[in-house]
Nanobody, 123 residues
């Protein structure tokens, strides 16, 4: 089992940057591909980005491509989401999640979830 804890959210002005972190417990972190999702009030949970077990491959949703980048440090059991050029429509609770499958945009394929961290972008 893997426990996940996100951090790094906050309030930022449009055009600014944030880096989210997701710390994982357990010795099997490197055996999981990781994903990032977000959920805005009144909206469904939305896939944002994914990263493979080793970190060699990443995949982002079209809505954040070229602005958001995933990375991971398996030695630290941590995955990151670097978010640049933030816009008000990026405001949401951001979640990290662990999956046996790399790159899936479907939240049901993720086995473990963090509690989420709020990102608010002001205009």
């Amino acid at each position: 089992q893997v426990q996940l804890l996100e951090s790094g959210g906050g309030l930022v002005q449009a055009g600014g940057s944030l880096r989210l972190s997701c710390a994982a417990s357990g010795r099997t972190f490197s055996s999981y591909a990781m994903g990032w999702f977000r959920q805005a009030p009144g909206k469904e949970r939305e896939f944002v980005a994914a990263i493979s077990w080793s970190g060699d491959s990443t995949y982002s949703a079209d809505s954040v491509k070229d602005r958001f980048t995933s990375s991971r440090d398996n030695a630290k059991n941590t995955v990151y989401l670097q978010m640049n050029s933030l816009a008000p429509e990026d405001t949401a609770v951001y979640y990290c999640a662990a999956s046996r499958t790399y790159g899936s945009p479907y939240y049901r394929e993720y086995l473990y979830w963090g509690q989420g961290t709020q990102v608010t972008v002001s205009s």
